[in-house]
């Protein structure tokens, strides 16, 4: 027989001794190497899917309140193209009241009556008219085509006639009032 090197017979001592459970010196620090690698790259993974999950849950929750937001605003604002479709209508009634003002006949009082029902109907529904006469210049809610001079500074920047009447529609504009402007 021959004799084993000393080299081969270590390693089959080795391979013994993994066989049967025996651990080498060596071979317990690579396995806890391994072990705290997969560790890390495990919480690493649960990080980004938490992170993952935070991010989809905002996300619904903005994607909830803006359709909670777009639902109140067609519910507030869903007859808005119907009472902007109104606004000729309430001119011309005015129109005929104007024409008809000094007149004391029937015709008069059932434009009246109309126009006073169709108010009703607008202030239901918060559709208000704008008050402009003597009022402040407010771009947002006036639409100035002519000035007019002004006899004091008080009365400078202020709605000296109003030519069409604006409406709004709860805090919208609808139409703003077409005005004649004090300047200096």
Do not use: W
Request: aromatic share 4%; with cysteine.
């Amino acid at each position: 027989m021959e004799k084993e090197k000393p080299e081969a017979a270590a390693e089959r001592e080795i391979e013994g001794n993994e066989k049967n459970g025996e651990e080498t010196p060596g071979s317990e620090s690579n396995q806890q190497a391994e072990s705290i690698d997969t560790q890390k790259s495990c919480e690493m993974e649960l990080e980004e899917s938490k992170d993952r999950l935070l991010r989809l849950q905002a996300e619904f929750l903005n994607y909830k309140r803006r359709v909670e937001k777009e639902k109140t605003d067609l519910y507030a604002f869903g007859c808005e193209e119907l009472a902007r479709d109104l606004l000729p209508i309430i001119d011309n009634l005015e129109r005929a009241l104007n024409t008809l003002k000094e007149q004391d006949d029937s015709v008069f009082k059932g434009i009246a009556m109309i126009k006073n029902q169709l108010f009703q109907v607008l202030n239901k529904h918060e559709i208000t008219e704008i008050e402009a006469l003597g009022q402040p210049f407010d771009m947002h809610l006036h639409h100035a085509v002519m000035t007019e001079p002004c006899e004091n500074k008080e009365q400078e920047n202020t709605v000296a006639e109003v030519m069409q009447k604006g409406y709004m529609l709860k805090k919208r504009v609808l139409r703003p009032s077409m005005v004649k402007v004090f300047q200096s």
